[in-house]
């Protein structure tokens, strides 16, 4: 929880509570108060209300989720997609990856989620395991409708019993979980100032403890979500662009009663992403609890070497002392919940001492990446001073670069290296000779990966034109946007979805969004960018000048998949382009770098990306807040927030590969 407090409703009795959770309903709440959150995340993020028990903290809290497909690299060279209920978002900042972000509330909060569906397909959260009145069970007819696109719905309940929960999609559950909606929902129990952060993107280590969790003497926690997944369903979003097909081949032509899982994470990744995105980072002497939830369809055996945990939870259920046991591995089905209790003084029975302990599911084929071992969910156990914080990787007895080449896992490096049949990298993929006998068959690997859209944001944000200096006459346009507009096979659009406009005109173009949901109008390709954005059903505007030529412009919804469902237009300025469509950014030459300066924002080492609102980038794109990745991802570590930056993009690669604090 955050320090920010203010009024909501004045509080109600306990056997008033108690009513209201038994007829479903609960009570009404009204003003909150924004807390500060990372860039990207919108005020509607996440909102705190009153101190209701006196206690020192917030006891109403509020989170807005949307649901937002992504790309995201599993392992080298293997990307896929994911819907994930995210964070309300804002600009051009994606605040989503795959697990959903951790939830963490305290006991006896009253709870309000509300899910607001920015994606193609309806929705539903269900929170699983909590005590909740009927309605706010999140399953579809049974309890209520599916979440439309463009729709919302909030789900209202009070924090019952402290424990490990989670919350996951109940429409077509067979696919949306696997497809990324699923995330750990934490229950505290109450304490007095019982400050600690409410959303964690991506699960992991939490950036701080309740005070339950210092009062019991742990000294760090983690929240490891289990995932695994078939690849080819995840590829199918990146290759089919209409809804109706993807629905049909996704809920209709997919048999997930014959799915076989050949992609198994710990909290979006495979090993070796795992160690930099999930370390379990330790000292000697400590106590740390590991929060786990299996979201798959395996079963999970979880070993963790050199050390003997203590279960002290299961399914959100804290165990009597006498159930408490200490193994190296832990049994843990689909949907169930373990806490566990890691020691680490070296004491000959929980754990053996420093150094790089390995820790992973015990079905072997799941630390591999699609048949090539290491892989999978495979991280460690390190101690701290087993740790290289200039590479954010533990210290180990041999070389892990190979693993981070992609060449690895297409199958394309021997796996013992050729020193030691005395050979050649040409002559270990041709020397044998044919035996006698035709080879026995056997499961062969699939070497197939996934490509990334053709088009990134990068490219599709390039500056087309600029604005004239000074403007020759003035317009006010109005256009809507929602799904009231779509034409057959989509889901959102604009209208109208053609403007004419004079050259140096000023327009204050209004824009009434007519959904529930967040959407934009932006028009990319205009330098300085005009962009107007917001959530739910109103109107906002934005004023710019036309440029003094003769050109086509494309305007859309920067929320990620509207563009693609339909909500996409043109802007003719004078006659147009000559063409009469949008011109295309000029193509990068290969190997083409552009610099940019700015001001960083934000560093996820996890994922290698920063946020940085920079000046205009020359012959690349408009003054902007943005999100980049960074190869190599060391080169984030030890960057100061809100210092100022100088970069270089590979524009080929849709990445910074040069980043250092600028001397201006």
Same mark, same amino acid.
């Given at each position: 929880?955050?320090?920010?407090?203010?009024?909501?409703?004045?509080?109600?009795?306990?056997?008033?509570?108690?009513?209201?959770?038994?007829?479903?309903?609960?009570?009404?709440?009204?003003?909150?108060?924004?807390?500060?959150?990372?860039?990207?995340?919108?005020?509607?993020?996440?909102?705190?209300?009153?101190?209701?028990?006196?206690?020192?903290?917030?006891?109403?809290?509020?989170?807005?989720?949307?649901?937002?497909?992504?790309?995201?690299?599993?392992?080298?060279?293997?990307?896929?997609?994911?819907?994930?209920?995210?964070?309300?978002?804002?600009?051009?900042?994606?605040?989503?990856?795959?697990?959903?972000?951790?939830?963490?509330?305290?006991?006896?909060?009253?709870?309000?989620?509300?899910?607001?569906?920015?994606?193609?397909?309806?929705?539903?959260?269900?929170?699983?395991?909590?005590?909740?009145?009927?309605?706010?069970?999140?399953?579809?007819?049974?309890?209520?409708?599916?979440?439309?696109?463009?729709?919302?719905?909030?789900?209202?309940?009070?924090?019952?019993?402290?424990?490990?929960?989670?919350?996951?999609?109940?429409?077509?559950?067979?696919?949306?979980?696997?497809?990324?909606?699923?995330?750990?929902?934490?229950?505290?129990?109450?304490?007095?100032?019982?400050?600690?952060?409410?959303?964690?993107?991506?699960?992991?280590?939490?950036?701080?403890?309740?005070?339950?969790?210092?009062?019991?003497?742990?000294?760090?926690?983690?929240?490891?979500?289990y995932m695994d997944a078939e690849s080819p369903l995840h590829r199918l979003p990146l290759a089919i662009p209409d809804p109706r097909e993807l629905e049909w081949r996704m809920h209709r032509d997919y048999d997930s009663s014959q799915a076989r899982a050949d992609t198994f994470m710990l909290n979006g990744r495979s090993f070796p992403f795992t160690l930099r995105d999930t370390p379990i980072r330790v000292a000697p002497d400590e106590k740390v609890r590991l929060r786990v939830l299996n979201s798959g369809e395996r079963t999970v055996s979880l070993h963790t070497h050199g050390h003997h945990p203590i279960i002290t939870a299961l399914d959100g259920t804290d165990l009597a002392p006498e159930q408490r046991l200490s193994r190296d591995v832990f049994t843990i089905g689909p949907a169930q919940r373990v806490d566990l209790e890691l020691r680490t003084t070296a004491d000959d029975r929980y754990a053996s001492g420093p150094g790089v302990w390995a820790m992973h599911d015990h079905t072997e084929l799941t630390v591999t990446n699609r048949g090539l071992n290491p892989g999978g969910d495979l991280t460690a156990i390190i101690y701290d001073d087993h740790w290289d914080e200039t590479t954010g990787l533990p210290k180990v007895a041999g070389s892990l670069a190979r693993f981070f080449d992609?060449?690895?896992?297409?199958?394309?490096?021997?796996?013992?290296?050729?020193?030691?049949?005395?050979?050649?990298?040409?002559?270990?993929?041709?020397?044998?000779?044919?035996?006698?006998?035709?080879?026995?068959?056997?499961?062969?690997?699939?070497?197939?990966?996934?490509?990334?859209?053709?088009?990134?944001?990068?490219?599709?944000?390039?500056?087309?034109?600029?604005?004239?200096?000074?403007?020759?006459?003035?317009?006010?346009?109005?256009?809507?946007?929602?799904?009231?507009?779509?034409?057959?096979?989509?889901?959102?659009?604009?209208?109208?979805?053609?403007?004419?406009?004079?050259?140096? %005109?000023?327009? $204050? &173009? =209004?824009?009434?969004?007519?959904? +529930?949901? !967040?959407?934009? *109008?932006? @028009?990319?390709?205009?330098?300085?960018?005009?962009?107007?954005?917001?959530?739910?059903?109103?109107?906002?505007?934005?004023?710019?000048?036309?440029?003094?030529?003769?050109?086509?412009?494309?305007?859309?919804?920067?929320?990620?998949?509207?563009?693609?469902?339909?909500?996409?237009?043109?802007?003719?300025?004078?006659?147009?382009?000559?063409?009469?469509?949008?011109?295309?950014?000029?193509?990068?030459?290969?190997?083409?770098?552009?610099?940019?300066?700015?001001?960083?924002?934000?560093?996820?080492?996890?994922?290698?990306?920063?946020?940085?609102?920079?000046?205009?980038?020359?012959?690349?794109?408009?003054?902007?807040?943005?999100?980049?990745?960074? %190869?190599?991802? $060391? &080169? =984030?570590?030890?960057?100061?927030? +809100?210092? !100022?930056?100088? *970069?270089? @993009?590979?524009?080929?690669?849709?990445?910074?590969?040069?980043?250092?604090?600028?001397?201006?």
């Amino acid at each position: 929880m955050c320090a920010a407090q203010h009024g909501w409703i004045a509080a109600l009795a306990a056997p008033t509570l108690a009513m209201l959770m038994l007829a479903g309903a609960a009570p009404a709440l009204a003003g909150t108060v924004p807390v500060a959150a990372a860039p990207g995340y919108a005020p509607e993020a996440l909102r705190l209300g009153r101190d209701l028990d006196g206690d020192g903290d917030p006891d109403e809290i509020w989170i807005e989720l949307e649901v937002i497909e992504i790309e995201q690299e599993i392992y080298p060279g293997e990307v896929m997609t994911f819907w994930v209920f995210a964070p309300a978002g804002q600009g051009m900042i994606p605040v989503a990856r795959a697990p959903s972000p951790t939830i963490r509330v305290e006991q006896g909060d009253r709870v309000r989620v509300t899910l607001r569906n920015t994606h193609y397909f309806p929705h539903t959260i269900h929170f699983h395991g909590t005590i909740h009145p009927n309605a706010m069970d999140g399953v579809p007819v049974f309890t209520q409708k599916a979440v439309a696109p463009g729709d919302s719905f909030t789900y209202e309940f009070i924090a019952m019993n402290p424990g490990t929960y989670f919350y996951h999609c109940h429409v077509q559950p067979d696919v949306h979980i696997d497809m990324g909606l699923v995330g750990m929902f934490v229950i505290e129990p109450n304490r007095p100032d019982n400050h600690f952060t409410n959303i964690v993107p991506g699960a992991g280590p939490m950036p701080d403890l309740s005070r339950a969790a210092k009062e019991t003497g742990y000294d760090r926690e983690y929240s490891l979500v289990y995932m695994d997944a078939e690849s080819p369903l995840h590829r199918l979003p990146l290759a089919i662009p209409d809804p109706r097909e993807l629905e049909w081949r996704m809920h209709r032509d997919y048999d997930s009663s014959q799915a076989r899982a050949d992609t198994f994470m710990l909290n979006g990744r495979s090993f070796p992403f795992t160690l930099r995105d999930t370390p379990i980072r330790v000292a000697p002497d400590e106590k740390v609890r590991l929060r786990v939830l299996n979201s798959g369809e395996r079963t999970v055996s979880l070993h963790t070497h050199g050390h003997h945990p203590i279960i002290t939870a299961l399914d959100g259920t804290d165990l009597a002392p006498e159930q408490r046991l200490s193994r190296d591995v832990f049994t843990i089905g689909p949907a169930q919940r373990v806490d566990l209790e890691l020691r680490t003084t070296a004491d000959d029975r929980y754990a053996s001492g420093p150094g790089v302990w390995a820790m992973h599911d015990h079905t072997e084929l799941t630390v591999t990446n699609r048949g090539l071992n290491p892989g999978g969910d495979l991280t460690a156990i390190i101690y701290d001073d087993h740790w290289d914080e200039t590479t954010g990787l533990p210290k180990v007895a041999g070389s892990l670069a190979r693993f981070f080449d992609p060449a690895y896992y297409r199958g394309e490096v021997p796996v013992f290296g050729t020193e030691i049949f005395h050979t050649t990298a040409e002559g270990y993929g041709y020397g044998w000779a044919e035996g006698p006998e035709p080879v026995p068959d056997y499961p062969k690997r699939d070497p197939r990966v996934a490509d990334r859209r053709a088009e990134s944001i990068l490219e599709s944000h390039r500056t087309i034109a600029r604005s004239c200096d000074k403007a020759r006459s003035k317009r006010r346009i109005v256009i809507s946007g929602g799904t009231e507009y779509a034409r057959e096979g989509e889901l959102f659009a604009f209208s109208p979805r053609e403007l004419k406009v004079g050259r140096c %005109e000023e327009i $204050e &173009l =209004v824009f009434k969004n007519e959904d +529930d949901v !967040r959407h934009a *109008f932006m @028009i990319p390709g205009l330098n300085p960018m005009p962009v107007v954005e917001f959530t739910g059903q109103g109107s906002r505007s934005v004023t710019f000048v036309t440029p003094d030529a003769d050109v086509t412009l494309e305007f859309h919804c920067h929320v990620e998949t509207h563009q693609r469902m339909g909500m996409e237009g043109r802007m003719i300025v004078g006659a147009g382009s000559p063409a009469g469509s949008t011109p295309a950014p000029a193509e990068a030459e290969p190997g083409a770098r552009f610099v940019g300066s700015g001001v960083l924002l934000s560093v996820d080492a996890r994922l290698g990306r920063v946020v940085i609102d920079h000046e205009e980038i020359e012959g690349f794109m408009a003054a902007m807040t943005m999100s980049y990745a960074v %190869e190599p991802p $060391e &080169l =984030v570590r030890a960057l100061p927030l +809100d210092a !100022r930056v100088r *970069f270089v @993009i590979d524009a080929n690669r849709r990445t910074i590969v040069e980043i250092a604090v600028s001397g201006e």
